[in-house]
């Protein structure tokens, strides 16, 4: 079984950067994610989608955060990162990461819990 956990979440003032980090594991060895996201989700909102990143490196973005965040992977570590810099007050949200494999017997499609970001006006 797989699981996804961030981290990397808190509190910034509008202008400010954070760094998340999304990890994928399981007991033992697992199937590279075929895509690792971010999405977030402000209270009342419906949740969307961030950034995505394919184990080959392409990249997806919400033009919300296009040229202010930018999605990175380890793929030897199953990890995936969100950079995000000039943050502002409508960033709020919890940011939750989500890892896919599309392998055909050791398919998953795993969220983790979540980590809280709030930027301060």
């Known amino acids: 079984q797989v699981q996804v956990q961030e981290s990397g979440g808190g509190l910034v003032q509008a202008g400010g950067s954070l760094r998340l980090s999304c990890a994928a594991s399981g007991s033992g060895s697992i199937v590279r994610p075929t895509v690792m996201a971010w999405y977030r989700q402000a209270p009342g909102n419906q949740r969307e989608l961030v950034a995505s990143?394919?184990?080959?490196?392409?990249?997806n973005y919400a033009d919300s955060v296009k040229g202010r965040f930018t999605i990175s992977r380890d793929n030897g570590k199953n990890m995936a990162y969100l950079q995000m810099n000039s943050l502002k007050p409508e960033d709020t949200a919890v940011y939750l990461c989500?890892?896919?494999?599309?392998?055909?017997?050791?398919?998953?499609?795993?969220w983790g819990q979540g980590t809280q970001v709030t930027v301060s006006s």
């Open positions: 990143m394919t184990s080959g490196g392409s990249t």
């Open positions: 989500n890892a896919k494999s599309d392998n055909k017997w050791f398919g998953y499609d795993t």
